[in-house]
């Protein structure tokens, strides 16, 4: 997108770029309309601006350019936004959809059970291999999941019960010769593509009606903030999501509203109608008798 930019603004070489131009062409992605007529998101910009600075500054440290036109480019900042995440009665509407008298119904509920017990992301669930599974001791092996890292995390006995269902009835019935041994496949017998299986998530979540939409991930996020809303310390989801710094699963802190509201309204003098109209009462009761002693006294208590 720059290098036509650049086209359209007659500049051929490196050495003619200014700060300057880098910022007209910010302001070109700002201005940008994609063919809806959407302008482009904070963070689109953000990444088309991201690699001209790596880019720059590694021309300049190779001495193809003087200097560096972009060493003082202020880049746009990304908003902070709350993922988007379920109530656990809205998961369980969403985990009955699947058509349980199919075999593709049982192989449904199993990737959403897994996806829920377990908050791997969309890929990991693609690359799960059978020997990943330890089914007896409750545990999911993630090979090379973000970053390239490994982790072993729990899985429930429910996610495990459908996990059987699909495992036993119906992935004999599509797997083809020879086995790679991934664990979901398709109704021919491949891997299941990510695009695939977002959009299968996707429908169940909308077949639910429960207002909200969301695929893959949104389970990620639920799981995290039901465990944390339970009790669970955040450093064992830090464990269970497989980030590296604590300061990304504590987004999750701030998701946790519902607790916080049944915190609040737990102690919080005021957080209550009745409450309030009892302490009124009582204040005035208090006031009234008070005025009844004063009455009484031989001397006035102001004196």
Same mark, same amino acid.
């Given at each position: 997108? $720059?290098?036509?930019?650049c086209?359209?603004k007659?500049?051929?070489?490196?050495?003619?770029? @200014?700060k300057?131009?880098?910022?007209?062409y910010?302001?070109w992605?700002f201005d940008?309309?994609?063919?809806d007529g959407?302008?482009l998101?904070v963070?689109t910009?953000?990444?088309?601006?991201?690699p001209?600075?790596?880019w720059?500054?590694?021309?300049? #440290?190779n001495?193809?350019?003087?200097?560096d036109?972009a060493?003082?480019?202020?880049l746009?900042k990304v908003?902070?936004?709350?993922?988007?995440?379920?109530t656990?009665?809205? @998961?369980?509407?969403?985990l009955?959809?699947p058509n349980?008298?199919t075999?593709?119904?049982?192989?449904? #509920?199993?990737?959403?059970?897994?996806?829920?017990?377990?908050g791997?992301?969309?890929?990991?669930?693609?690359?799960?291999?059978l020997y990943?599974?330890?089914?007896?001791?409750?545990l999911?092996t993630?090979?090379e999941?973000?970053?390239n890292?490994?982790?072993v995390?729990?899985?429930g006995? #429910?996610a495990?019960?459908w996990?059987?269902?699909?495992? @036993?009835?119906t992935?004999?019935?599509?797997v083809?010769?020879?086995?790679?041994?991934?664990?979901?496949?398709?109704?021919v017998?491949?891997?299941?593509t990510?695009?695939y299986?977002?959009?299968?998530?996707r429908q169940?979540?909308?077949?639910a009606?429960?207002?909200?939409?969301g695929?893959?991930?949104? $389970?990620?996020?639920?799981?995290a903030?039901?465990?944390l809303?339970?009790?669970?310390?955040? #450093?064992?989801i830090q464990?269970m999501l497989?980030?590296?710094?604590l300061?990304?699963t504590?987004i999750?802190?701030h998701?946790s509203?519902?607790?916080l509201?049944?915190?609040?309204?737990?102690t919080?003098?005021?957080a209550?109608?009745d409450a309030?109209?009892?302490?009124?009462?009582n204040?005035?009761?208090q006031?009234?008798q008070?005025?009844?002693i004063?009455a009484?006294?031989?001397?006035?208590?102001q004196?």
């Amino acid at each position: 997108m $720059f290098l036509a930019w650049c086209g359209k603004k007659r500049t051929t070489n490196a050495k003619q770029i @200014t700060k300057a131009s880098l910022e007209s062409y910010q302001r070109w992605l700002f201005d940008y309309r994609k063919k809806d007529g959407q302008p482009l998101s904070v963070a689109t910009q953000l990444t088309r601006l991201m690699p001209l600075k790596l880019w720059f500054s590694w021309m300049a #440290r190779n001495r193809c350019i003087t200097h560096d036109p972009a060493a003082e480019l202020e880049l746009p900042k990304v908003g902070y936004k709350l993922p988007r995440v379920l109530t656990k009665e809205e @998961t369980e509407s969403v985990l009955q959809q699947p058509n349980l008298q199919t075999s593709l119904g049982l192989r449904d #509920r199993a990737i959403l059970e897994i996806l829920y017990s377990t908050g791997i992301r969309r890929m990991e669930l693609l690359h799960l291999r059978l020997y990943d599974l330890d089914r007896q001791h409750g545990l999911v092996t993630i090979r090379e999941g973000k970053g390239n890292r490994d982790r072993v995390v729990p899985v429930g006995e #429910r996610a495990l019960f459908w996990l059987d269902q699909y495992l @036993t009835i119906t992935r004999p019935k599509i797997v083809k010769e020879p086995d790679d041994s991934v664990t979901f496949l398709t109704v021919v017998g491949q891997p299941l593509t990510p695009n695939y299986l977002s959009w299968l998530a996707r429908q169940y979540v909308q077949s639910a009606q429960i207002g909200k939409s969301g695929a893959c991930h949104i $389970f990620r996020h639920t799981m995290a903030t039901l465990m944390l809303e339970g009790g669970a310390d955040i #450093r064992y989801i830090q464990a269970m999501l497989g980030h590296v710094r604590l300061d990304t699963t504590k987004i999750y802190t701030h998701v946790s509203i519902r607790m916080l509201k049944q915190i609040h309204t737990a102690t919080h003098p005021a957080a209550r109608l009745d409450a309030a109209i009892t302490s009124r009462e009582n204040t005035a009761g208090q006031e009234g008798q008070t005025e009844r002693i004063e009455a009484s006294l031989p001397y006035s208590p102001q004196a």
